[in-house]
């Protein structure tokens, strides 16, 4: 999955380096601790329930085999 976070920069001819690192530091900080929490991954499902799923899709519900 690519960085999607935004390349942070300051351009400010008065700042010096150490306070323009420092104002991108707290800003990156931020970010990080107020980033939504990532989605949980989707469970796995057995190779088992596929099959099943997929004979319950096959199935012909308009006849019953026994009449």
Do not use: K
Not at 8 to 20: G, K, T
Not at 33 to 51: C, D, F, I, L, N
């Amino acid at each position: 999955m690519p960085n999607r976070r935004p390349q942070l920069s300051i351009v400010a001819p008065a700042a010096s380096p150490e306070e323009a690192a420092a104002v991108v530091a707290a800003l990156e900080r931020f970010m990080r601790e107020t980033a939504p929490t990532p989605a949980p991954a989707p469970p796995r499902v057995s190779g088992w329930a596929r099959a099943a799923r997929a004979e319950a899709v096959e199935r012909d519900l308009g006849r019953e085999p026994w009449i």
